[in-house]
């Protein structure tokens, strides 16, 4: 992938996670993660190629400019976003997958002098609250969450969410979460929004009450349908007109206007490098 596609590529993520973001260009110059990440790239390579005290000298003007300290070591996936950026520390044999996010004061750090593998591996999709401290040569599987201000120092299974000092396990993924979690997904769409955070390990009870809906709204659907064919079968007739569609536009409208913006932004980037 070239400069240009993956600088592209960097931005349209940070739209998707920032909702502040609102033009290319203001990403490009305002967002010190990422001009951190993109230092990184650079020193990453004189760090591979043996440069070593050149490497370290720009990840050290890096901090300076940015304050966010990343190893040269380190190893970085693709759409990596660190929001904010103040007070990340990434050690030097840390890996870091693809679409991972981490917030302000995170540190991924080791627990020991000796040389080796000595700091934490980020899977894909890892989210990492601000303030947490992930310690030592762990692994954080795809989809694993950490809380604000947590202290993390044993393995987080994949799709896991873990608070507290140490880190324990407060919502973990089972058959019934998953079914209740698509479920409440595919009732969401069917009436026209997007049921972000309804997820059953979020603790907002905002979000809690509208899966309740859903999942009150799902059974009464399928009641209703065994109703009616029970009725038709006995040689009624019911249910045989069609429910209106609901008129969702003026809750797409918003959506689409500010998508097609991205888009334009980030395809008339080219002349602006």
């Known amino acids: 992938m070239g400069v240009i596609a993956r600088l592209k590529e960097d931005i349209e993520s940070i739209y998707h996670r920032d909702p502040a973001a609102n033009s290319s260009f203001e990403i490009l110059v305002n967002y010190p993660g990422m001009h951190a990440i993109w230092i990184h790239r650079i020193s990453n390579k004189l760090w591979n190629a043996k440069w070593h005290l050149l490497a370290r000298c720009l990840s ?86 950490v809380g604000s201000n947590s202290v993390v120092v044993k393995d987080v299974a994949k799709d896991t969410t873990v608070v507290g000092i140490p880190g324990r396990v407060v919502a973990s993924p089972s058959a019934q979460s998953k079914e209740q979690t698509e479920r409440r997904s595919a009732m969401a769409k069917k009436y026209g929004f997007d049921a972000y955070a309804v997820s059953p390990d979020n603790p907002d009870p905002v979000a809690s009450a509208i899966g309740q809906m859903l999942d009150h709204m799902h059974l009464m659907d399928s009641k209703v349908q065994e109703i009616c064919q029970a009725v038709q079968t006995m040689g009624g007739e019911v249910c045989t007109e069609k429910l209106p569609e609901l008129n969702v536009d003026d809750f797409t409208e918003a959506e689409q206007e500010a998508a097609e913006k991205r888009k334009q932004e980030i395809d008339k980037f080219d002349p602006i490098i």
């Open 60 to 145: 050290t003007f890096s901090r300076w400019l940015t304050g966010v300290e990343i190893h040269p070591g380190a190893t970085i996936g693709r759409r990596f976003f660190i929001d904010h950026g103040m007070g990340v520390v990434i050690g030097e044999t840390a890996e870091i997958g693809d679409d991972c996010t981490l917030y302000h004061g995170v540190t991924l750090g080791g627990t020991t002098w000796q040389a080796g593998k000595r700091h934490p591996t980020l899977e894909n999709n890892v989210v990492i609250g601000a303030g947490a401290q992930i310690l030592g040569p762990i692994t954080m599987h795809d989809g694993a969450r």
